[in-house]
């Protein structure tokens, strides 16, 4: 994993000469970080314009331009872009944390996740910039170019996995901060190239889409709850550093169920539930682009001074108050297939594997990488609907 951008160099550079906090000083935002997108996800899957849409966004990812964009605001804007963060925690302290996190989760060698990030802070041609995050500057009144340029920094960024990260420029002349990722997940053990077979996703009781489904038998932590009707899964990825959760009901049905008790505590109750056992795993095979406007969404969990021309302080960006956000984009290149790890052939002998538990996501899931060092919730997002659009009813 690569962190392109300078974020990560402008929170480490205001702690030069300092200690981290030794007392765990990541934990308290992995925490924070994990509310923040819980509490996202649950304003995006409200929404009506998102209500048939896959979701994906990256807590950590959002966290850290949240960091980011606190160094350049003042006042009561400011106050809002932290409370956001929501950490009890001194000031001095926090970008400290925020910093060891970032290095933690983008530890390429030790996590082999395939997780790649680029982020940017586009400001109107007339501002002027006085900052240290990555950015670049667009003139409002031309907007094709405008819209050409952005598209061209994210689809060189991403090696064209992201050829589009925006498609109209928002209303107001302002900021527009840009995520985009790249996440192609390395299993610990790979799914066998051979045991790809065109199966059926059923987006509902009465569509279903054409997909290729890949299988594997095998070891893993797994829960199946009864009473609610729903199975937790975990998938390890790269050096077992990392994973893939996936929550999932019995049958097919809306997600709505799930994403009601989709909180904190139940994900903790879940998981401290999760044992090894045999599972025989069939996922579909995934290459999505999914992007969305965070930015009505970080005004709903209180980011409203920030977005309001006559109120934003940024001052510490342009030196005076006459910047404002007008967009907030997070864009994700998301690719499921078999590649990872060799696995251990002898696994295949244990009897165990006669009687393995089904876990057979042929129809709408969540789920969400975690970072098992940190605890730190890297993505969250739910699949709806396969790449393949081939839709007909059932009969």
Do not use: C
């Not at 667009?138 to 689809?155: G, P, Q």
């Not at 996995?161 to 107001?172: A, D, H, R």
């Not at 390890?236 to 550093?241: K, M, R, Y």
């Not at 969540?366 to 009813?393: A, C, M, P, W």
């Amino acid at each position: 994993l690569w962190f392109s951008v300078v974020v990560a160099a402008v929170l480490l550079g205001l702690v030069v000469g300092e200690p981290v906090a030794k007392q765990d000083p990541t934990s308290l935002l992995s925490d924070s970080t994990t509310s923040l997108g819980l509490s996202l996800y649950h304003s995006m899957v409200n929404d009506a314009s998102l209500k048939s849409e896959n979701v994906l966004l990256s807590p950590v990812v959002v966290a850290s331009s949240l960091g980011v964009m606190a160094l350049g605001a003042r006042q009561n804007t400011a106050s809002q872009v932290k409370s956001l963060l929501n950490v009890k925690m001194e000031e001095d302290k926090l970008h400290a944390s925020l910093s060891e996190l970032l290095r933690d989760v983008s530890d390429d060698e030790e996590r082999t996740i395939n997780w790649k990030i680029n982020s940017r802070l586009y400001g109107p041609s007339w501002s002027k910039l006085h900052y240290r995050h990555d950015h670049g500057k667009i003139n409002f009144r031309d907007k094709r170019n405008a819209l050409l340029e952005i598209n061209k920094w994210a689809e060189g960024s991403t090696k064209s996995k992201v050829p589009e990260v925006i498609k109209s420029l928002p209303g107001t002349e302002g900021a527009v901060f840009i995520n985009i990722m790249v996440f192609k997940p390395h299993w610990a053990e790979a799914f066998g190239h051979n045991m790809v077979d065109n199966r059926g996703f059923m987006i509902s009781r009465h569509r279903t889409a054409s997909v290729q489904m890949m299988h594997r038998t095998g070891f893993y932590r797994f829960f199946e709850d009864e009473a609610n009707q729903l199975q937790f899964l975990e998938i390890p990825l790269g050096q077992n550093q990392t994973s893939l959760m996936i929550l999932m009901p019995f049958h097919v049905e809306p997600l709505e169920r799930l994403e009601k008790m989709l909180t904190k505590e139940n994900l903790r109750k879940w998981s401290e539930q999760l044992r090894e056992q045999a599972v025989a795993v069939s996922l579909p095979i995934v290459d999505l682009n999914i992007g969305h406007e965070l930015q009505k969404h970080l005004e709903q969990l209180g980011l409203v001074e920030a977005v309001d021309k006559s109120k934003a302080d940024f001052s510490g960006i342009t030196g005076k108050k006459d910047l404002h956000l007008s967009s907030f984009l997070q864009a994700t290149a998301l690719e499921i297939t078999t590649g990872g790890n060799p696995f251990d052939e002898h696994v295949f002998g244990r009897k165990e594997l006669q009687s393995a538990k089904l876990s057979y996501a042929d129809h709408p899931f969540i789920f969400f990488v975690q970072d098992k060092k940190t605890g730190s919730v890297l993505l969250i997002g739910r699949l709806l609907k396969s790449s393949s659009e081939e839709n007909h009813d059932e009969l």
